[in-house]
């Protein structure tokens, strides 16, 4: 059953008879293959094969459902154990400071599970190869893959599922980093000091400081409250072409709030180009609209790896404006996009040396993706020296071992035996 459509197409060739013949002749070249498959087409049957392909089909979705549990299956329980092991080791490592301060057991435990999500992000990468490693081992020591590869599914075509939830996994862990682990990382070292009679209120970030800020304004302060966002004893003053003073503010202190930067108990004082005095004013209460906000003075309380992806792109923003050299922090801030996709890199090892051989098959395997993990840090090391000292740019330092090892990776899976 064809619907006619042979019928009507011949009905719009017919239409078409009085197109100029420069295009008469392309058009009719065309229309005699169009017109053959059109003939030979049969819509029950297309929409039988379509219906054939959703319900049943080519993919090995059965073998992928047995993968994915049993991946998973070992996956969370190594992940588990490592987490357990360090939350161990931390606890113990504590506990003389606990001892030591009137801190209850309900304490004690916040403080510890608060650490759970850094252990995660900590022991991920290994977990992931440990899970793979195991998963493709044991199929591999049970003759189970020999049997899917009798069935003509390659390795990479099995494993397809793993390498997808890898990539997944990868750009999930750059959210789980900013946004979860370095907050609670943040909020459990304030609540160990506070509780070890460390108090954090009122802590001073930074003392004695002097930064050149936005619109060539120069800040100098005793101190700097980031609890209060607050510095004390603060000057403001700009200078010309010739370095001469042509504005300065001094105040008790300056509270930073949302209308702006409030300044208690100042003095303004300006001066013209050949530098004499115009003005000089005191107040009580007044407000500012300087550029720069709090974090701009801050002491590297955090390092760029314990920021969160705004911060850490605020304070290279800061570093640009103020002209202080950053190849470190930007090197390190791109590394909060690329350093995840480790998870993909150790998956790829693993899957490419599960088939190594069938003796201590899980021992190679692990032995092997090991030692291509160590490769991998070591060239990410090496890269993070050179882009520090400005010899590669930021983002190469960053990004290269992921560009290097990916291919390697696929190679791997490729040669193996299948």
């Known amino acids: 059953m064809r619907f006619n459509f042979y019928d009507l197409y011949c009905d719009f060739i017919n239409s078409l008879k009085n197109l100029p013949k420069r295009l008469k002749f392309n058009f009719l070249s065309f229309s005699a293959a169009f017109k053959a498959f059109i003939k030979n087409f049969n819509f029950i049957d297309f929409v039988k094969k379509l219906v054939r392909a959703i319900i049943r089909p080519r993919l090995p979705f059965t073998l992928y459902g047995m993968l994915f549990r049993s991946f998973l299956y070992w996956y969370v329980m190594i992940q588990g154990l490592f987490v357990v092991i360090l939350l161990i080791f931390d606890l113990f490592g504590k506990l003389d400071k606990y001892m030591s301060n009137p801190v209850s057991i309900l ?38 893959l020999i049997a899917i590869f009798t069935s003509r599914i390659s390795l990479f075509k099995f494993s397809f ?3 997808i939830f890898n ?23 304030d609540m160990f000091e506070r509780l070890t009679e460390k108090s954090a209120s009122g802590k001073t970030d930074n003392e004695k400081l002097t930064i050149r800020g936005k619109e060539d304004y120069f800040w100098n302060a005793d101190k700097f409250i980031s609890s209060k966002n607050m510095l004390e004893k603060v000057k403001v003053f700009k200078i010309d072409d010739d370095y001469r003073i042509i504005h300065r503010i001094d105040a008790e202190n300056a509270v930073f709030t949302k209308r702006g930067w409030l300044f208690h108990s100042g003095i303004i004082r300006e001066w013209d180009a050949t530098g004499d005095l115009t003005k000089e004013e005191k107040f009580q ?7 720069e906000r709090p974090s701009a003075f801050k002491k590297a309380r955090y390092e760029i790896d314990n920021m969160t992806i705004p911060e850490a792109r605020e304070t290279i923003q800061l570093y640009k404006d103020i002209n202080i050299e950053h190849n470190k922090e930007l090197t390190n801030y791109y590394k909060k996009f690329s350093f995840p996709f480790t998870l993909f890199i150790v998956s790829l090892f693993a899957l490419g040396v599960s088939t190594l051989s069938r003796t201590n098959i899980l021992i190679l395997s692990l032995f092997f993706s090991i030692g291509l993990a160590v490769l991998y840090y070591v060239l990410q090391l090496i890269l993070d020296i050179l882009a520090s000292t400005g010899r590669v740019p930021p983002i190469v330092g960053a990004w290269l071992p992921i560009l290097v090892f990916i291919p390697l990776g696929i190679y791997l899976i490729q040669r193996a035996k299948s």
């Open 107 to 144: 304490d004690i435990l916040a403080i510890t599970a608060l650490f759970i999500p850094k252990t995660i992000g900590l022991t991920i990468p290994v977990a992931i190869m440990f899970g793979v490693s195991m998963t493709l081992g044991t199929f591999y020591q049970n003759n189970e």
């Open 161 to 163: 599922p793993i390498i």
């Open 167 to 189: 990539i997944l996994l990868s750009v999930a862990l750059i959210i789980f980093d900013s946004f979860v682990v370095i907050p609670t990382s943040r909020y459990r070292d």
């Open 285 to 291: 209460k007044r407000y500012f609209d300087y550029a």
